[in-house]
Each structure stands twice: as structure tokens, then as C-alpha cells.
């Protein structure tokens, strides 16, 4: 029973990280268009500090809780609540989380569903958050409007997910390293929204958790494709 109490204490702190880094997305979101706007009665210089200020704060809480819930998937399992679930569902949620940022970058997603795909059992809110991760590196590592496609299809009874991107791609040393816990690519300001690495590392977690396999294919300057293959039960 504590061990099942345990497991939800820590999914709870997991979901309660993902939605304040999405706060501070928002946040940063805000403070680039500081200039633009004013609120009430607050100047834009007061707003403007008073935004870096509380974006400063909340980086570092998430921050501090990414490394505790890292520690934490690393020594044991977590306890999935799986379910019946429809993958498009699932990436169609996923999509909608990033609207805002895809907006704000100008950006596209095309989505190229296989027809009758068979539900598969896994855990709806972690499956979103995988597909959240990776389309958020393909928006926020594209140095133009970001263009993504994402592909279904059946191959030997396992359901895959394609993300395709043409964004600024990856060396071989660096598509090595990308699962690591906090790994960043290192290359200039690429963008606006700085996080701190949880991302692809508990993407592979979440993904081996379910008995899955994430690869990817990457070349500099001509793009990057995530293809998550997941079993259909």
C-alpha cells in the first residue's frame, strides 16, 4: 500500500513540475511582449522586473523538483495507471498543449493518421507529456518557422509515431547523449524558451515503462525524426 501511495505522491509532483514549466512558458511568452502592452496600473518597467523576477524563481523550483523526480525514476518504477487509449487522441492533446508556442514561432504541424489503428493499453497522462517533449524541442530547436509532421502507421503489431522536424538537426555526438538526464546541446541563443533537460531523458523512461522503443534520425541543418514504436496489447 505505501508503495502505491509512493507512486502517486510522485506522479503528482510529476504533473505538478510539467505545469509550471508550461507557467513559465507562458511567462516568457509575456515578457516578449512586455513593450507592447500594460496592465492595470503597474508600469512597464515594474511589470518587466516583476516578470523576470517570478519566471527567475519558478526556474529554480522546477528545476530542483526535475532533479528529485529524476532520482526518483531512476531507483524504481513507477506505478502507471494505464488504460484503454486511442494514440490520435493522445497526440491531438499533445498538439493543443503546444498551440500557444507553435503560434508564437510561426509554426506548422501535419498530421498524417493511419486509418483503424488499434487502441493500446498505456498511461494517457504520461503518453501526452512524452509527445509534448518531443514537439516542443522540434518548435523550440528550429531556426525557422518550425515545420512538423507526424506520421502513424502499424508495423509488426506495434503502433509507430513518426515526428518529423526540419529544424537545425543533431551531430552524432550530440543524438548519443540525448536521453541523458539534463543534456542540452550547447549552440548559440537557439531560442526563446530555455528549459533545463528532463525532457528526453523522461521520454525514454516513460517509454521503456511501457515496453516501447524511441530512436531517432538526425542530420545538422536538414532536420530531426523521433519514431516511438509502442505494442499494441
Request: charged content about 25%.
Amino acid at each position: 500500500i505505501q508503495e502505491s501511495i509512493d507512486s502517486y505522491i510522485e506522479k503528482q509532483e510529476l504533473i505538478k513540475v510539467i505545469d509550471k514549466e508550461a507557467i513559465l512558458k507562458e511567462i516568457c511568452l509575456v515578457l516578449n511582449k512586455t513593450k507592447q502592452n500594460q496592465i492595470l496600473n503597474v508600469s512597464i518597467k515594474g511589470k518587466t522586473i516583476y516578470i523576470k523576477t517570478s519566471s527567475s524563481e519558478l526556474k529554480q523550483e522546477i528545476l530542483l523538483n526535475k532533479n528529485n523526480i529524476l532520482k526518483r525514476l531512476k531507483n524504481k518504477k513507477i506505478d502507471l495507471n494505464k488504460e484503454i487509449i486511442n494514440i490520435h487522441t493522445v497526440i491531438d492533446k499533445s498538439i493543443k498543449s503546444v498551440d500557444l508556442l507553435l503560434k508564437n514561432s510561426n509554426g506548422s504541424i501535419v498530421r498524417d493518421y493511419s486509418d483503424n489503428l488499434p487502441e493500446i493499453l498505456a498511461a494517457k497522462s504520461e503518453m501526452v507529456n512524452v509527445f509534448v517533449n518531443i514537439l516542443e524541442n522540434s518548435i523550440k530547436y528550429s531556426m525557422n518557422s518550425p515545420s512538423i509532421n507526424i506520421k502513424t502507421y502499424l508495423k509488426n503489431k506495434n503502433i509507430v509515431v513518426s515526428i518529423t522536424d526540419k529544424g537545425i538537426g543533431m551531430s552524432k555526438n550530440v543524438k548519443s547523449k540525448i536521453f541523458d538526464n539534463f543534456y542540452r546541446e550547447t549552440k548559440g541563443d537557439i531560442h526563446n524558451v530555455k528549459g533545463h533537460g528532463l525532457g528526453l531523458s523522461y521520454v525514454k523512461k516513460i517509454i521503456d515503462l511501457h515496453g516501447g522503443m524511441i530512436s531517432v534520425i538526425s542530420e545538422v541543418e536538414k532536420g530531426t525524426t523521433f519514431n516511438i514504436s509502442l505494442n499494441v496489447n
